[in-house]
């Protein structure tokens, strides 16, 4: 049997295809506005929870950035430490290898014995080294000097830990305990060995019997500074990978959600003649009814 086919139907017909239409051009036209393919999840689930897992790569790959340029920070300023300290030491070996000169006078022996003060106290200042208002060299405990009266008092040998990557960890610290607590064979550690060669000398004795004592610090020192370039090496290859992983989340994230310009304006525009037709069509199907005619 045939189905009668009414007025109202066939307008109930074209509105719901006519908002069927407005609905496809206001598709893409959010598309074309945000430069996304779609504006929320229900959109395209898939697309949303690949979104969702790239922009979590790429937060996560941020936090790791900024603990590696902190690392770098405690490390290139350790390092540079390191060598300052190096540097007054080896000014230190030249002034006990020149004491042992038969000619100089106490006086002189006495000068050495003033500027090996200075070196001891500034020996001080690199231990009490810090980055932003914390100290380096003193292990965990990094609000109290390591360095106080003379003396390095700190014996904290705690590392510090930052995740430089997923699973990686790193110490980014130097113990100080390993430099300024070091004991040589004489039984002193580097502030013990200043202070013994500062009272020879100003007791008019030559110091070049310290030579060995000197280098073992030396020595030690330059151990410890190895091992720290080689953390800072490791530092800066884990630099390049973040990099490089940021840029390629970043282009596959664009991939996954970015609209095609191009695209959507040439389905933009097909979709507006379809709706003009369906417009079109439209007009006709609302005519004037059969009681029109019979007025």
């Given at each position: 049997m045939a189905i009668r086919v009414t007025q109202t139907m066939l307008n109930n017909n074209m509105l719901?295809?006519?908002?069927?239409?407005?609905?496809?051009?206001?598709?893409?036209?959010?598309?074309?506005?945000?430069?996304?393919?779609?504006?929320?999840?229900?959109?395209?689930?898939?697309?949303?929870?690949?979104a969702m897992f790239y922009r979590s790569s790429?937060?996560?790959?941020?936090?790791?950035?900024?603990?590696?340029?902190?690392?770098?920070?405690?490390?290139?300023?350790?390092?540079?430490?390191?060598?300052?300290?190096?540097?007054?030491?080896?000014?230190l070996r030249?002034?006990?290898?020149?004491?042992?000169?038969?000619?100089?006078?106490?006086?002189?022996?006495?000068?050495?014995?003033?500027?090996?003060?200075?070196?001891?106290?500034?020996?001080?200042?690199?231990?009490?080294?810090?980055?932003?208002?914390?100290?380096?060299?003193?292990?965990?405990?990094?609000?109290n000097p390591p360095f106080s009266d003379g003396k390095f008092t700190n014996t904290n040998t705690d590392e510090i830990v930052l995740e430089v990557n997923k699973g990686i960890r790193l110490s980014v610290n130097v113990l100080g305990t390993e430099i300024f607590s070091f004991k040589g064979k004489d039984g002193n550690d580097i502030f013990g060995l200043l202070d013994s060669i500062v009272k020879d000398l100003e007791e008019g004795k030559p110091v070049n019997d310290r030579l060995a004592s000197i280098d073992e610090q030396i020595d030690n020192q330059l151990a410890v500074r190895a091992t720290l370039g080689a953390r800072m090496n490791r530092i800066e290859l884990i630099k390049g990978r973040l990099e490089s992983e940021e840029v390629n989340v970043t282009m596959l994230m664009s991939e996954n959600e970015d609209a095609d310009i191009a695209e959507v304006i040439t389905q933009l525009k097909a979709q507006e003649n379809v709706h003009r037709a369906a417009l079109g069509a439209g007009s006709r199907i609302i005519q004037p009814s059969l009681v029109d005619f019979l007025r």
């Open positions: 719901r295809n006519l908002s069927n239409s407005m609905g496809s051009m206001d598709k893409y036209q959010q598309q074309l506005s945000s430069g996304k393919k779609i504006n929320r999840p229900s959109d395209d689930p898939v697309v949303a929870t690949r790429l937060i996560q790959n941020e936090q790791f950035q900024r603990n590696v340029g902190e690392a770098q920070s405690w490390l290139e300023v350790s390092d540079n430490s390191l060598n300052e300290a190096g540097q007054i030491m080896q000014r030249e002034l006990a290898v020149h004491s042992g000169d038969g000619a100089l006078e106490k006086d002189s022996l006495q000068a050495m014995a003033k500027e090996i003060a200075q070196i001891r106290d500034h020996m001080g200042n690199i231990a009490n080294q810090t980055v932003g208002g914390r100290y380096i060299f003193a292990g965990t405990d990094t609000t």
